[in-house]
């Protein structure tokens, strides 16, 4: 059998690329250019269109999908899309981590990295080869449904984070049959909503977005990332898929990405049927291509619409020749025609079931959690208590807890399923298991979140009286989170607060627990709780996780990447705001938030002394390295998060007040002092001036240090740069 150029690995990608493209016929282009929904049982369109790529297709089907493909006139490879969102989110009985809100408390870029690998070890032996994680997009209003899918409201954290994730992800490199290609998205501006409503308008000059929302971007395509996916918003008139200076000024011309760009859900329909900008799909085909799309997710009309526009002589071959070329050469260097990477089942049911992998969960579970509030109640007492109250809908119901992007969120059909009660840990069983000797548990659920059913609430009052301590689980339910499910409120939904406010007459010391996908509005009963511990979306292993920090097991670390505000009228409330407002609070309320970004308590008390750095004055392209001493003078021992941010004092544009720019996790025993050394580089300094442009400004900086973003958290020093 002869060996035709581009199926021989020896030749260099370009030219296998070059090869291949110049014996393919248009429809064969266009068909690489499309991916595909294969939740259909019938796979007979491989045969048809020969898509370059699927989704939402698992275990044997992929194989059967290979093999059509295989059979095809040449032959070429499909690329396998899923959404591994944390973790991989519809295979059943996967390991399932934290939502990425609820990870990014732990501001351990180790720890994230290792998340990714497991994922990727549990996605790549069931056939995928790519998952549409992380997300980037900066949080801003909290009513979008999507928060708890982004890392938090600080681009420096996200990009970080991010990076972790991606090398995660596709460890050794594009061959590694272990990995999984990263997609940084949504790319880019997306979470800029009015009103939190999904893929509304977002109202964003360039400037705003070099300054805030690109830089996490542009760290991802620093890091490896080889996909990125468009946002389903528009700026400036200009879809996200429709915008060439995004998608190839910026991400290809300026950055120099290699990879491919994909639209996100059907998005070259939506230019004709949702934001209207094409009259067909044709039209909308072109200024897809034009704009820089490289492959089209679900939008079945792009294969005839791209057809008829080089047909009727609107589009040149050569503008469908680029982008297929970019999606082969990637395929190339993944080793896709050698090896498919097909489905092998059992070495899936190996690495799913793998207990290291359930391991590094727990781990997650335990850095993320944030303990927001503690009068000394927590960690409880086994000598004085001896019975526990545990109450509340999101107490024992592994769903919630697990969130969106599971089996038996929205994103996939109920019939599907949800993932194995066992596999999860709820707040319930963890605190069951943990229990000391002598200690009693009872447990009622109390309320619904989804209605104001409150008949439960005389047997939770009952079970709270009868306690020495009650812990509540609160929260939110996947009815309301998620893509399309925006909420008008942040208010704590259906019985809750009755709940809340029923249990804290009964005089009991209260611990509240939120089990929530985003930050939410706490109600004063809440508030004046003895502890208040945040787990947000915690995975499967969230539940141990929980009741060890309540039992003193572990010592809670987690520092919000969010601030959780007062009330909603605060939107959008995140730390860094531009500096030039009158006044620093509402006529009738606080602008304060309740609890800032980066705060989080401990079991022990933290020190912060003698902040110097190693120079008061920095010359062009040098960086700076900031000392400060941390002490634990409490009686535990702990993890605790330094977090550097600096303020440029005066600009020759509007700027924030000031921005994170370095951080670093350390242990401490208890009496133990250790200095803790963070470098900023040169971009550390940065501001976006009003052309646009990122520059470093000679003046004066404040260089601030502490435990949370507060100001009165934080040290000060001064910096000249000359």
């Excluded at 581009?6 to 090869?19: I, K, T």
């Excluded at 990332?225 to 700026?235: E, I, K, L, N």
Aim: aromatic share 6%; hydrophobic share 40%; net charge negative.
């Amino acid at each position: 059998m002869t060996t035709l150029p581009y199926q021989n690995p020896a030749l260099s990608v370009d030219e296998r690329v070059a090869d291949l493209l110049g014996r393919m016929t248009l429809e064969e282009k266009v068909g690489q250019l499309m991916q595909v929904d294969a939740r259909s049982e019938d796979l007979s369109f491989i045969k048809t269109i020969q898509p370059g790529s699927l989704l939402h297709i698992l275990g044997e089907k992929i194989n059967r999908a290979m093999q059509l493909a295989a059979q095809n006139r040449l032959g070429i490879p499909l690329l396998i899309g899923e959404d591994g969102i944390h973790g991989h989110s519809f295979w059943k009985g996967a390991t399932i981590f934290p939502t990425q809100l609820g990870l990014a408390g732990c501001w351990n870029p180790e720890l994230i990295e290792q998340v990714g690998r497991v994922t990727a070890e549990e996605m790549a032996p069931t056939g995928i080869h790519w998952t549409f994680s992380p997300v980037l997009c900066l949080t801003r209003d909290l009513r979008w449904g999507r928060t708890g899918e982004t890392f938090g409201e600080d681009p420096f954290l996200i990009g970080e984070f991010a990076a972790a994730l991606i090398r995660g992800y596709q460890g050794r490199g594009l061959d590694d049959p272990t990995a999984v290609l990263a997609t940084a998205k949504h790319y880019a501006g997306y979470s800029e909503t009015q009103g939190g409503r999904d893929a509304s308008e977002a109202d964003l000059s360039r400037r705003k977005l070099r300054s805030y929302f690109l830089p996490p971007f542009e760290r991802a395509a620093r890091a490896g990332a080889m996909t990125f996916m468009t946002g389903y918003q528009s700026m400036e008139g200009v879809p996200s898929t429709a915008n060439r200076w995004l998608l190839t000024e910026v991400l290809k011309d300026e950055w120099g990405f290699r990879g491919i760009v994909v639209t996100d859900w059907d998005n070259v329909g939506r230019l004709v049927r949702e934001q209207k900008i094409c009259a067909n799909y044709a039209d909308a085909a072109i200024t897809a291509l034009r704009a820089g799309n490289d492959l089209m997710m679900t939008t079945p009309e792009f294969y005839e619409g791209a057809i008829e526009a080089v047909r009727s002589g609107r589009l040149a071959e050569s503008e469908i020749d680029a982008p297929c070329a970019r999606l082969l050469a990637l395929k190339f260097r993944m080793g896709l025609f050698e090896n498919p990477r097909p489905a092998d089942l059992q070495r899936a049911a190996i690495e799913i079931s793998r207990p290291e992998h359930r391991s590094v969960n727990l781990e997650s579970a335990r850095q993320s959690l944030v303990l927001l509030q503690n009068n000394g109640l927590l960690p409880l007492d086994p000598t004085q208590v001896k019975s526990i109250a545990v109450i509340g809908p999101n107490a024992d119901d592994d769903l919630q807890q697990l969130g969106d992007w599971t089996l038996g969120s929205s994103q996939h059909p109920p019939e599907a399923g949800k993932q194995p009660r066992e596999k999860t840990t709820t707040v319930l069983d963890g605190i069951r298991a943990l229990a000391p000797s002598g200690c009693s548990v009872t447990y009622e659920r109390g309320c619904s979140i989804i209605n104001d059913d409150l008949n439960g609430l005389p047997a939770a009052v009952a079970a709270a009286q009868a306690a020495d301590v009650v812990v509540v689980v609160v929260g939110d339910h996947l009815n309301f989170i998620g893509e399309g499910q925006s909420t008008a409120t942040l208010e704590l939904q259906g019985g809750q607060i009755a709940l809340l406010d029923a249990l804290e007459q009964t005089g009991k010391p209260l611990v509240v627990v939120l089990v929530n996908s985003k930050p939410l509005v706490l109600p004063p009963s809440a508030r004046r709780a003895a502890a208040i511990l945040e787990g947000f979306n915690p995975g499967m292993e969230g539940g141990r996780a929980i009741a060890e920090a309540l039992f003193g097991h572990i010592n809670p670390s987690g520092k919000l990447t969010i601030s959780i505000p007062v009330h909603i009228g605060q939107q959008p409330v995140f730390y860094s705001q531009v500096r030039g407002q009158h006044g620093h609070r509402y006529a009738d309320l606080t602008q304060e938030p309740l609890f800032p970004f980066g705060h989080g308590l401990s079991y022990t008390h933290y020190a912060y002394s003698n902040l110097r750095l190693s120079s008061t004055t920095l010359a062009q392209e040098q960086s700076l390295t900031v000392l400060v001493d941390v002490h634990n003078n409490g009686a535990m021992a702990g993890d605790e998060i330094v977090q550097v941010y600096v303020s440029d004092v005066v600009t020759s544009a509007t700027w924030v007040n000031k921005a994170l720019k370095g951080f670093a996790r350390m242990h401490l025993e208890p009496g133990e002092t250790k200095t803790v050394s963070i470098e900023l580089p040169w971009q550390s300094f940065q501001i976006v001036n009003a052309a646009g442009i990122a520059v470093v400004e000679p003046g004066e900086f404040e260089i601030l240090a502490g435990p949370s973003s507060r100001d009165r958290d934080l040290l000060k020093a001064i910096l000249t740069v000359v």
